[in-house]
Structure formats: structure tokens, C-alpha cells
């Protein structure tokens, strides 16, 4: 069991930053591949980003690339989410989510529904 909590969110001004925080309980969490994903009013919940359980490997969504970073410490069971030149179209509620290994021996770290764990989430919005 991974109880997930966010924080981090908030309002900014288009072209500023934030830093999301994820604080994970649980022995195990560093067996567990970590992700973020947004969902915007009215929209599905869509990829952001995320990265493999000894934070070797990262992966992000091509609207974020380049300006958003992910990283993780097991020893502080945390994940991060550093967002640089925010747009308004980064305006969402923001959820860290938490995935073990699937059966067959892999991670699927782009698809929300292989996820296992999901916090509340945090609001950023990005006013223009």
C-alpha cells in the first residue's frame, strides 16, 4: 500500500515556475514507478511525466519537454516536479501517482490506468 500527498501548487504568472512535491508512504516506494499526470476542466487526464523506480530513466509528454523536470529520492520516499516557462495551457490539477511492476516484468509509465496509487492532487494554475 502507497498513501500518496501533494503539494506545490499554486498561482503563477505565464513564463514562471513551480516546484510540485509528492510524499510517498510505505516501505517499498522505491520499487515503484512514479508518475505525474494533469487533468484540465472538461478534459481527460493526460500524461506529464515520470520516471522508473531508481530514477535511471525519465519520460515526459512532448508539451512539457524541455521545461519540466522529474526526480526522485527513496531515502525521502519523494518525487518532484520542477515546471519551468508555465503556460496557461499547464493549468490543471496535478496527481503523482504511484505504479508497480506489472506482471510481465514492465512498467507502462505513460498510461494513467496501469497506475496504482493516486493522491488528491494539487491545483496550478497559470494566468496569461
Known amino acids: 500500500q502507497v498513501h500518496l500527498v501533494e503539494s506545490g501548487g499554486g498561482l503563477v504568472q505565464a513564463g514562471g515556475s513551480l516546484r510540485l512535491s509528492c510524499a510517498a508512504s510505505?516501505?517499498?516506494?522505491?520499487?515503484?514507478?512514479m508518475g505525474w499526470f494533469r487533468q484540465a476542466p472538461g478534459k481527460k487526464r493526460e500524461f506529464v511525466a515520470a520516471i522508473s523506480w531508481s530514477g535511471g530513466n525519465t519520460y515526459y509528454a512532448d508539451s512539457v519537454k524541455g521545461r519540466f523536470t522529474i526526480s526522485r529520492d527513496n531515502d525521502k520516499n519523494t518525487v518532484d516536479l520542477q515546471m519551468n516557462s508555465l503556460k496557461p495551457e499547464d493549468t490543471a490539477v496535478y496527481y503523482c501517482?504511484?505504479?508497480?511492476?506489472?506482471?510481465?516484468?514492465?512498467?507502462?509509465?505513460?498510461?494513467?490506468?496501469?497506475?496504482?496509487?493516486w493522491g488528491q492532487g494539487t491545483q496550478v494554475t497559470v494566468s496569461s
Open positions: 501517482e504511484a505504479q508497480y511492476r506489472r506482471y510481465n516484468g514492465n512498467y507502462y509509465y505513460t498510461s494513467d490506468y496501469e497506475y496504482d496509487y
Open positions: 510505505g516501505r517499498t516506494f522505491s520499487s515503484y514507478a
